[in-house]
């Protein structure tokens, strides 16, 4: 019987090992979803999920040059959003969604040809 014990200390720190290492589970946030690839001077629409009802957000535009254009908008009661923007410069475009202190809730890029 005295050889069970060090058995037991020994399954209950390989239990609590696999417990300390084991990946935590992400909880989905807000996402913000658009097309890859677009026509220069088309017109873009971006939709956001996830996010605080009637919140105060803006999409932050990056062309290829650096130069940023915002669009600040009001989500949903039930925390959607849709914003269309137009692709004015031909390249990698950065889109992030800010919430009113300027923190980046999602964030996405597109091309445009």
Do not use: C, Y
């Amino acid at each position: 019987m005295s050889q069970s014990k060090p058995w037991k200390s020994f399954a209950a720190s390989l239990a609590l090992a696999a417990l300390s290492t084991a990946p935590l589970v992400a909880v989905a946030g807000p996402a913000l979803s658009g097309p890859s690839i677009v026509k220069l001077s088309s017109t873009v629409t971006f939709a956001a999920h996830k996010l605080p009802a009637n919140a105060a957000v803006t999409l932050a535009v990056i062309t290829p040059g650096g130069a940023e254009a915002h669009h600040s908008h009001v989500t949903t009661a039930s925390g959607t959003l849709k914003v269309s923007v137009t692709a004015a410069q031909s390249g990698p475009h950065q889109v992030k969604l800010l919430d009113s202190g300027g923190r980046q809730l999602a964030a996405t890029m597109f091309m445009a040809q």
